[in-house]
């Protein structure tokens, strides 16, 4: 970035778009860039070959127009409601492409998601077995599930951890070969698989691939002790992306060199050699490709500190105003769009009247005025979604999808937000 007087330009390439939507369709919005979801899973395929696959998370970002534009680009999604999986049908996805996680499933959700066709129930405890397979029966059906296990470590370098300490999430290998004999027993399911999800958010190749080496051989055991030959085995991805200026992106290609050999040879095992090998990630698909743009409203200076006051804050993107799951709060990368050289700290607000609503602390900005746009990066997972929308009834955030030269309004209505 130039940072001399009078030849600052923006390097952000998209702000003459973000600049043209957000006049267009109003602010707060999300703008997501299709072709950086496009280059993402061009990406992955590049780096691990077709004998992977790569599943969706929905949770991460359930917008609809997003998630009929993955169709026929991603092998899969994975829900965690049936709500989700309202959603992906009615954006033209067959439940029979989806898995559906999440520790607390009551039957009724269970029934619905089989009776719609669900390809698989990942459960994710012999509890939850026990119903799948009493209301699979009810209807008449034998269902496809994955058995979700939590493996006892994680390695360090994940953000967020779901397994390697007590957790909610699938059954511990610690009592595994106890548990799943019990499932294996059930009449109204068939087990096709098993699946790992156990951290995420990390940006350390070397970590992601030791974590999915104690995947290979958390499947390995699973599938001799229990004669198993899977169709389907998942590995939650853990693929990170940055958020904040000293983060280092992630290298996929490290990631790919440290590992293509072993997927190689672990699929080729007479065991897995019918098994697809399935990437679960949100964030590392359509994180990135997504801009979340608040326009300016006023300043004001107090006490030596000046504010940006915006018309949308955590009300409409939790994530970044540091309280989802932020141990130390940061701020997320942020620009002025159409560029201008940073030269003073000024804090960014939301319009709501708690203190906590802040998207950047003290972040090197351009002078801001009202009616400028402020660009927060890395805004096209666990954004819209993630957030507290209902408080303080502001209208939700408008969400555009840029595909090639064309822009949709991809926007939920305010009562749909729930799927
Ligand atoms: C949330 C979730 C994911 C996706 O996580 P990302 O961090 O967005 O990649 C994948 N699998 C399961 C089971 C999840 O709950």
């Not at 009929?68 to 680009?73: E, F, H, K, Q």
């Not at 898995?99 to 669900?118: L, M, Q, Y």
């Not at 699946?195 to 051989?217: E, K």
Request: with cysteine; charged share 20%; aromatic share 6%.
């Amino acid at each position: 970035m130039s940072r001399e007087a009078g030849e600052f330009r923006s390097e952000n390439v998209h702000d003459d778009d973000l600049l043209r939507l957000a006049a267009r369709y109003g602010t707060p919005c999300y703008v997501y860039f299709a072709e950086l979801i496009e280059a993402r899973l061009a990406a992955l395929a590049a780096a691990f070959g077709p004998c992977v696959g790569v599943s969706y998370a929905v949770k991460c970002n359930p917008n609809p127009g997003l998630l009929g534009w993955l169709a026929g680009r991603v092998d899969g999604l994975d829900i965690s409601s049936v709500g989700e999986m309202r959603l992906a049908c009615r954006a033209g996805w067959s439940p029979a492409a989806m898995s559906f996680t999440g520790p607390g499933k009551r039957a009724a959700e269970i029934a619905e998601a089989i009776e719609a066709g669900v390809g698989e129930l990942v459960l994710e405890s012999v509890d939850e077995a026990l119903t799948a397979d009493r209301v699979a029966r009810a209807l008449g059906r034998r269902q496809r599930v994955l058995v979700r296990l939590a493996p006892s470590e994680v390695p360090k370098g994940f953000g967020d951890r779901m397994a390697g300490r007590p957790c909610a999430f699938g059954i511990d290998v610690e009592t595994m070969h106890e548990e799943i004999p019990a499932i294996l027993a059930l009449g109204g399911l068939e087990v096709v698989g098993l699946h790992i999800y156990s951290g995420t958010q990390c940006l350390v190749p070397a970590a992601i691939c030791a974590n999915w080496r104690l995947f290979m051989a958390i499947f390995r055991e699973v599938a001799e002790r229990h004669d198993l030959a899977p169709q389907k085995l998942v590995f939650g991805s853990g693929l990170g992306i940055p958020h904040f200026d000293s983060d280092v992106p992630l290298d996929l290609g490290d990631v790919a060199d440290g590992i293509r050999h072993e997927f190689a040879a672990f699929a080729a095992e007479p065991r897995f050699r019918g098994a697809r090998l399935l990437l679960e990630t949100g964030r590392y698909v359509v994180g990135e490709a997504g801009y979340f743009v608040t326009r300016v409203i006023r300043t004001k200076q107090s006490r030596g500190t000046g504010f940006a006051i915006c018309d949308g804050g955590m009300n409409q993107h939790l994530a970044a105003s540091g309280n989802f799951g932020m141990v130390v709060r940061r701020n997320y990368r942020m620009h002025r769009v159409g560029g201008g050289i940073p030269d003073r700290p000024v804090t960014v607000v939301g319009p709501l009247c708690t203190p906590i609503d802040r998207l950047g602390v003290d972040v090197l900005m351009p002078p801001l005025a009202p009616g400028d746009l402020v660009a927060v990066h890395a805004s096209g997972a666990y954004g819209l979604t993630a957030s507290p929308v209902g408080f303080i009834s502001h209208d939700p955030a408008r969400e555009i999808l840029v595909d090639r030269d064309a822009a949709r309004d991809v926007s939920r209505p305010p009562g749909d937000l729930a799927g």
